[in-house]
């Protein structure tokens, strides 16, 4: 699944956030557009923020109460991935779908998952190579500490102490 149109209150429920989530090559793009929930009159203009693969630390499809309220739930490394997208607190964001989208939400969801997966696989697979490839250091050595010894007084032989 390509794209899947979402909405979720913002301002506290004084606005509206309406959008598409799209897939591509470089990660999830966001298309959306805020307006006002009392009387849709005011709108802003559409925006457009993208969210790189390495930047998703996860993505999650929620059904909701008898799968009346299905949403995506996005959580991000960095807040800055986010920026310019109300009610995207603490790298989170729930992305509310309508309930006929419910099964390409689904599958978007699960795309979007895999694909971030994968660049992961990838980025450790490349990090495995260039350990293999780096030439081979000798192990430092443990490093012994000294103990300072204080030597016991020595006695003659036959020679009592003062205890005896």
Known sequence: ME??????????????????????????ELQFSTRDALFGVLKSDRRTLRVPLDDLLSVR???????MFPRIELRVRDLSAL?????SDQGRVSLSLAFRDRHDGRAFAADLDLMRSRRRILQL?????????????????????QA??????RRAPGALSEGD
């Open 3 to 28: 794209s899947v149109p979402f909405k979720f209150e913002a301002f506290g429920g004084f606005g509206e956030v309406q959008g598409l989530a799209r897939i591509d090559a470089q990660g999830l």
């Open 61 to 67: 499809f929620a059904a909701g109460f008898l799968w």
């Open 83 to 87: 920026d310019g997208l109300p009610e």
């Open 125 to 145: 697979d490349l990090a495995i190579e260039q350990l293999e490839s780096a030439p081979p250091q000798a192990p430092a050595e443990p490093r012994r500490e």
């Open 148 to 153: 300072k010894v204080t030597p016991l007084p």
